[in-house]
């Protein structure tokens, strides 16, 4: 059952002739067992070149094609510059299964396959394509017990999306009866958190056993102990280095030292037998090593152009250096990479120069310019300009490293002076935003001797800015990135105004960690820049607005953000200035204005989610994990966050996350607050980040709050005092500061706590239930008891209001602790039963075993909840019982955790037997029984 449609190994090499390598193969054939029982899996098979990990591919693809459907590819390293090449090679010749995929999903794999131009494919979208067509494809030949093998040799050599799309499906495999095999030399990222097989030299005795197998001739012992010991057991190395030694050297080894790496060698050796091949020969296997996809129409193409008649090819064949099946292969990977690089320059020049007039420009425009650009020289325009064009393709389709790469070439063979520059700089922009900031700085470091014009100058300020940000938050970037902005003003104003905003942010998210004063200097000179600028549009108003946040406080602030929150509200932006309605949504959060964050930050989410605009979505999550807090839903909060890690694992990039950290210190998972704020403040001092460092003394102060342990809070959030101006976390801390510093009888630090909050609301507090009731909350704390009652009852009632149930169980535990304290008992437990409830439904573990003290020490024993069946559940079955609680199909569990359908379905008929229930309508009442 192996598909024939993909590059198959030589028949000679056999599961049966592989020595010393049972723990490898018996680690592949459970892999092909899971497959045949519907159950999946995946492993990475690592180890040097030549060490046998083709050999142990061909194996697992004899073995498995006997019982279920093989799809295989080899990953080039031509190819690396192409997005979705690779998965292109893999699952290309499998979209007849794509008929019954959801539209979104086939027309990712449509435009990522070049059939259809759709803008970017989303990430998240592209890996559950790829899952349910692979899992449609097992399932396709169930008569003869399904199941689905797919093999990837030389994944190093994957372009970046293809990896990552590829690496996060075989992550989430589950019941489709698929198995993913990648073979690579070194794992790196995104593999390093797959299942790992290392494959090492063979022992003395099955090294020899080869040698003898590979070349039975008489060997002189010295020779065969030298071999074996150069060899250090590598397969291939023995099977290929005897050929290459002269009749003296076998009988006595002469000469036989030699210093070369053994890669060197194995290719020096192999290079020796294909030399011996005639000169249209030879240029038949380079023309195929120029070529990773195999198709024999263009090899013939090219090969009639280059007077190559079919005779080589069968003398390629013959030699052992290609395989013919429904497409063209090598014997061997190294077979390829050693004939392309020992190649001379021309010679390459003149078979991708064939490869090129033979490809369909309508077809495989990419590679056509591509193939094109290997064989060009001299500066060409036309050549160049083919690169551009592909570059803008690439982009579309979400390859950003592929963009970078076609515009770097095409710089190079740019005749213009100009025109080379600008490219240049695009390919530098490019090579950061695919997560390369060191080569955009070289990139931009070429430029240094050439004259530019002044919008180069600003342009290239703005990359070199953004690369020293994110490689090292260099303390300079907000200031680098200012320069930028204003050189950028009078020849990019939108262009200037993203400057402006990520200049804010870096000062604002470095505070005391960066250059003293950057927020402050960057604050004004926006307000310097925009101080004539009357436009009402949503991005101007956001970004004036938060420059007056920042220098002269939300007093100033407050009616210019207003107006941007209601243009924002009003007048959505779209898909591509989605970034605008982040800050705007942060901008809410820092003016207490709920109902804005709320509709911001959910209309924000689901237009990144339908645009696949997977460089906002992160941060919107983030966001709207935010909500799901106040709402006292933590389990949500929680799925949002591996909504969070899903993409990330996917597109590569790297966003802080706080979520886990809050959720734990909601739900008082203390050892887990500590763990995870100690790494934040580690991260946060290694990036200048002071941001960072909030977080982590909030989420701890809180955690210890809810623990009782409020000497242990104050010392974590008193430190944010002198910088609440900050806003943000820092501004929120000063609750948590006051409940602290009241229970230690800190009262001064408590009433600079309150008095700074008062400050800060002051411009909000009769039009924000939100502000009111923190400062009501807060001032309580410090009031007597009779005094108290009052402000405590209004953040209750306030709390109610705007639908923050979590903060007004709090306001409820620290109302009847009070009332018990002053010896009110029965007033006490109205307010300490209330709590306990509320607190409970939300997950706020510590704070309502705090209300279950309270309540004990009234006189009154609550009931406590035992551990429920819903506690036996794994963490991915009680995720799906969440959402098929909520409503979700099993289609859309599977969008949501990134698996497929048939997966969720699977994960709930699980559910239903642990929690003893037969339906989703029961599903309410038994996760109730966990307090989480």
């Not at 489709?176 to 593999?191: K, L, Q, W």
């Not at 290609?322 to 292969?329: E, G, I, K, N, P």
């Not at 989610?609 to 935010?626: D, E, Y």
Request: charge should be negative; aromatic fraction near 4%.
């Amino acid at each position: 059952m192996t598909d024939r449609s993909t590059p198959q190994p030589p028949r000679t090499r056999r599961a049966t002739a592989l020595l010393g390598r049972d723990r490898e193969l018996a680690r592949l054939w459970s892999l092909v067992d899971q497959a045949r029982q519907g159950r999946s899996g995946a492993v990475v098979v690592s180890g040097v070149a030549g060490v046998g990990k083709t050999a142990l591919l061909d194996a697992l693809a004899d073995r498995a094609g006997q019982d279920v459907r093989v799809v295989r590819m080899i990953a080039a390293e031509s190819e690396v510059c192409l997005p979705y090449a690779g998965l292109e090679l893999l699952c290309g010749h499998l979209m007849e299964a794509a008929g019954d995929l959801p539209e979104p999903q086939r027309q990712a794999l449509e435009t990522a396959f070049g059939v259809r131009d759709a803008g970017m494919p989303n990430p998240l979208v592209m890996g559950l394509a790829v899952r349910n067509l692979l899992a449609n494809v097992a399932a396709a030949d169930d008569d003869s017990g399904g199941g689905l093998v797919c093999v990837v040799d030389d994944a190093h050599w994957l372009d970046d999306v293809s990896a990552r799309a590829l690496a996060s499906v075989a992550r989430r495999l589950g019941t489709e009866g698929v198995a993913i095999v990648f073979a690579m030399r070194e794992v790196d990222e995104p593999f390093t958190d797959l299942p790992q097989l290392r494959v090492e030299g063979l022992g003395d005795d099955d090294a020899r056993a080869l040698l003898g197998t590979a070349f039975p001739g008489a060997l002189d012992e010295r020779v065969r102990d030298q071999l074996i010991a150069d060899s250090a057991g590598n397969p291939l190395a023995l099977r290929v280095l005897p050929r290459s030694l002269s009749p003296t050297e076998l009988a006595g080894g002469f000469g036989l030292a030699r210093s070369m790496p053994l890669q060197s060698r194995i290719e020096e050796s192999i290079l020796a037998r294909t030399d011996l091949l005639a000169e249209p020969t030879r240029r038949l296997l380079l023309l195929a090593a120029a070529d990773p996809t195999g198709d024999p129409g263009l090899l013939w193409r090219a090969s009639a152009a280059l007077d190559i008649g079919p005779e080589h090819l069968d003398a390629a064949e013959e030699a052992g250096a290609l395989v013919r099946a429904a497409r063209v292969s090598f014997s061997h990977p190294l077979v390829r990479s050693a004939v392309y690089r020992a190649a001379q320059p021309e010679e390459r020049r003149l078979v991708h120069a064939a490869l090129a007039d033979a490809t369909y420009v309508d077809r495989d425009p990419d590679r056509r310019a591509w193939h094109r650009a290997n064989a060009t020289v001299q500066p060409d325009e036309e050549v160049a300009s083919d690169l551009e064009t592909s570059a803008v393709r690439a982009r579309s389709r979400g390859g950003a490293a592929a963009a970078a790469a076609f515009l770097e070439r095409a710089a190079e063979l740019t005749p213009e002076q100009g025109r080379r520059v600008d490219r240049l700089i695009a390919a530098a922009t490019a090579k950061h935003d695919a997560g390369a900031p060191e080569v955009a700085l070289r990139l931009l470091d070429s430029l240094r001797d050439e004259p530019l014009a002044p919008v180069q100058e600003a342009l290239t300020g703005r990359v070199r800015a953004r690369a020293h940000y994110a490689l090292r938050r260099d303390r300079r970037a907000p200031r680098m990135l200012l320069h930028a902005a204003r050189r950028l003003e009078p020849h990019d104003p939108a262009l200037a105004r993203d400057t402006y905003i990520e200049a804010l942010s870096a000062a604002v998210y470095a505070g005391r960690l960066g250059e003293p004063g950057a927020v402050t200097e960057v604050a004004e000179v926006i307000l310097e820049a925009t101080e004539h600028d009357s436009s009402e549009r949503a991005q101007d108003l956001i970004l004036r607005g938060q420059a007056l946040l920042y220098s002269r406080g939300p007093e100033a602030a407050l009616p210019t953000v207003r107006r941007a929150l209601k243009a924002l509200v009003d007048d959505p932006p779209g898909a591509s200035a989605l970034h605008w309605m982040w800050f705007g949504a942060r901008t809410a959060q820092d003016v207490w204005d709920t109902e804005a964050l709320r509709t911001l930050t959910q209309r924000q989410v689901e237009i990144a989610r339908a645009g696949g605009v997977v460089t906002v979505l992160p941060m919107a999550l983030s966001l709207l994990m935010v909500l799901r807090t106040f709402d006292g839903d933590l389990d949500a909060a929680e799925a949002i966050c591996d909504d969070i890690d899903a993409i990330l694992a996917i597109t590569g990039h790297a966003v802080p996350q706080y979520g886990r950290l809050f959720i734990a210190a909601y739900r008082g998972h203390l050892d887990e607050v500590e763990r995870r704020a100690r790494q934040l403040r580690e991260d946060a001092y290694e990036r200048g980040e002071a941001y960072a460092l909030t977080a982590a003394n909030m989420a701890e102060a809180l955690a210890y709050n809810g623990a009782g342990r409020y000497a242990e809070a104050l010392a974590a959030g008193r430190g944010e005092l002198p910088y609440a101006d900050e806003l943000g976390h820092a501004m929120r801390t000063l609750l948590e500061i006051v409940e602290a510093a009241v229970r230690v009888d800190e009262r001064a630090v408590a009433q600079e706590a309150l008095e700074r909050l008062e400050r800060l609301t002051q411009p909000v507090v009769d039009d924000s239930a939100w502000a009111h009731a923190v400062v009501s909350l807060a001032r309580a704390q410090l009031l007597d008891p009779d005094e108290a009652e009052a402000c405590f009852q209004a953040a209750i009632d306030d709390f109610d209001r705007i639908r923050v149930p979590m903060l007004r169980g709090r306001s409820q535990l620290l109302y009847g602790e009070m009332l018990r304290r002053a010896g009110r008992r029965v007033d006490a437990r109205a307010q300490l039963r209330a709590a306990y409830a509320v607190l409970s439904e939300c997950g706020l573990t510590a704070f309502a075993e705090r209300a279950q003290r309270e309540l004990r020490a009234t006189g009154e024993t609550l009931r406590t909840r035992g551990a429920g069946a819903a506690e036996e559940l794994t963490d991915q079955e009680l995720n799906v019982a969440r959402l098929a609680r909520e409503g979700c199909t099993n289609r859309e569990i599977g969008a949501r955790l990134f698996i497929s359908a048939h997966t969720a379905e699977w994960h709930l008929r699980k559910v239903y037997a642990k929690l003893g229930i037969r339906s989703r309508n029961q599903l309410q009442s038994a996760l109730s029984d966990t307090a989480s």
